[in-house]
């Protein structure tokens, strides 16, 4: 084989084994269970140059394929581990390939995965101040460089720092989560600390060209311009539309305080410093392989998009493309096509974005689907709903089928109203100015703390809905600072609107379609078609979208470009 690669299933490896097969290298993944080919056949990756092997690197290794290369990605990256479990992959593990490297006849280059605190301390592991984790990374890189030294294997070291991409859900994601559900009062650090990043994309390449290199080089690979960590969590918030916090709290301060006051893990204090890194070797063999890292700040906020995609890995991502948009002067969660959508999709309460995906798969042509403002994953805005909406079809160049459920059936209505031209027909699902006075969701007479403590379940059965991802994805929403505050008060701002809303739909000039579950049905008569879902209730598209999705393969053809 090119290359073999332990650890082939963790997040580097996999994207290390990703990287080899797309330059056409022949690549065995030891791995102990097989989690490795469907990522990558999700991934689009050719794995005719494959072979997964089995090892336990816990043991000594035999009966595995020679190889070329071979890359040590294997680690327990885990904070609260106990000192046998850390040492057993980290340090017992690390030397087991080496000693079976050692054995290979036609060996080029043994590449061990290290960290960048690691190679960087002094002293002697110390299990006790450093923890299990951080303490046995150290061991480990300390038996390798001597047992390599004693046995000639040609050795080379890369100690990346905090690895962001998509799939990368602890560390640095613990920080961004607690900023994203207000949990994050202070930065923990000084001003001066350093948290450099590199996005795995970047390491995959980079760990890919190291056995052509020199050997005997160990490398630092990092963004030297990752922003201070302050202004990294700035950079952040401000991206999601979130307050960043103004304060910073010593680590010095942070390791005498309780755990349960500080919700700091004690393991991560080590890791916020102001200590810079000798990145010389690694921008050398960067600069001659033609390999360059993405703007910091770029590469965080495309992070931080994916980490609120798939819920901090809690869920599926979803449609694509996705990501906090500015809309209004107001940062807007946006899914799917921003100026070419055949259909525009507005949900209503207490749902978010997510509240359309059954529907989307099935619907013929691209789609936009924002969180309303202030709801769902979007930040409020300063400007009413109408400017919002306006704002977010601006870009729009064709004349799309404007879809709304419930109470976003208004703002619609408004906005086809004013904007015929914009829009080729308007399909309304449950419109709630035409059915009874309130939603289920009001009617319950919950309040906002109520709101905010809702399981997924109880949600669930609130709005009379199987428990989907989709609910559980609102029930996540509704427990970040305000979602559930501003719910209500779109409710009641509903309540007073709806007269306003019955008038203007007898004058709107597009095509009108209405659509209703049978169990959930109009209280006022309209002079516009309406289809009733039979066994549907409130949220047809949830739980019945091929039933809509036929009535809105009758709505009128929606990718006509605009002539304006």
């Known amino acids: 084989m090119d290359a073999i690669v332990f650890g082939a299933t963790g997040f580097i490896g996999r994207a290390l084994v990703a990287e080899l097969l797309r330059r056409g290298q022949r690549v065995a993944a030891a791995v102990r269970r097989d989690t490795l080919t469907p990522w990558l056949a999700a991934q689009g990756v050719d794995t005719a140059g494959l072979v997964v092997v089995s090892a336990d690197i816990t043991r000594p290794l035999t009966g595995l394929p020679g190889a070329r290369d071979v890359y040590n990605a294997a680690a327990r990256y885990a904070f609260g581990l106990s000192v046998p479990e850390a040492r057993a992959v980290n340090v017992t593990g690390a030397r087991n390939v080496l000693e079976w490297a050692a054995t290979l ?37 300390r038996a390798v460089r001597a047992r390599a030294g004693e046995l000639g294997v040609p050795l080379s070291i890369a100690n990346p720092s905090t690895v962001i991409g998509p799939g990368q859900y602890i560390g640095l994601a613990a920080l961004v989560r607690d900023l994203w559900q207000g949990r994050l009062p202070a930065v923990p650090g000084g001003p001066g600390t350093f948290v450099p990043i590199v996005t795995i994309d970047y390491l995959a ?27 990294l969590i700035r950079t952040v918030a401000e991206h999601m539309g979130v307050r960043a916090p103004r304060r910073t709290v010593p680590a010095a301060l942070l390791r005498r305080l309780p755990r349960a006051i500080t919700g700091a893990e004690p393991e991560t204090l080590s890791f916020l410093s102001a200590d810079r890194y ?49 809309v209004a002067g107001s940062r807007t969660w946006v899914t799917g096509e921003a100026r070419t959508p055949a259909h525009v999709l507005l949900h209503g309460l207490p749902m978010n974005a997510g509240l359309w995906t059954p529907l989307a798969a099935r619907l013929p042509g691209p789609v936009l689907a924002p969180d309303l403002p202030g709801l769902g994953r979007s930040a409020p805005s300063a400007r009413p709903v109408d400017v919002w909406l306006a704002g977010l079809l601006s870009p729009v160049r064709t004349r799309p089928v404007l879809v709304a459920h419930s109470l976003a ?59 989907t991802p989709e609910v559980a994805g609102a029930a996540a929403d509704l427990r970040r600072p305000g979602v559930a505050r501003r719910v209500v008060t779109a409710l009641r701002a509903d309540l007073a609107g709806r007269e306003r809303s019955r008038a203007l739909l007898d004058r709107v000039s597009v095509p009108v379609e209405i659509v ?43 990718a006509d470009p605009l002539t304006c």
């Not at 080089?217 to 030297?224: I, S």
């Not at 010389?280 to 965080?300: N, Q, T």
């Open 105 to 141: 006849p036609g060996l080029r280059r043994l590449v061990h995965v290290g960290g960048y605190r690691v190679s960087a301390s002094a002293g002697d592991p110390d299990y006790a101040r450093l923890g299990a984790y951080e303490a046995s990374k150290l061991e480990g890189d």
């Open 516 to 558: 209703v579950g049978s169990a959930d049905p109009l209280t006022l008569g309209v002079a516009h078609p309406v289809t009733e879902i039979a066994g549907a209730g409130h949220y047809p598209q949830l739980t019945h979208p091929a039933q809509v999705a036929r009535v809105l393969g009758r709505a009128p053809a929606a």
């Open 409 to 467: 059936c208004g703002p619609a209505l408004r906005f086809a109203a004013a904007h015929p031209e914009r829009v080729s027909g308007l399909v309304l699902i449950s419109p709630s100015f035409l059915q009874r006075p309130a939603s289920r969701l009001a009617r319950s007479g919950l309040a906002v703390p109520m709101l905010r403590r809702m399981s997924a379940a109880r949600l669930a059965a609130t709005l009379g809905l199987p428990e």
């Open 205 to 231: 390449r980079f760990l890919a060209e190291i056995p052509a290199a020199p050997p005997g080089e160990h490398h630092w690979v990092l963004d030297d311009d990752t922003p201070l960590l302050p202004e």
């Open 278 to 326: 000798p990145t010389a070797s690694a921008r050398a063999l960067a600069a001659a392989a033609g390999l360059e890292m993405p703007p910091a700040a770029d590469a965080l906020r495309a992070w931080a998009d994916h980490l609120v995609a798939t819920r901090f890995g809690a869920a599926s991502p979803g449609p694509t493309p996705y990501g906090f948009r500015d």
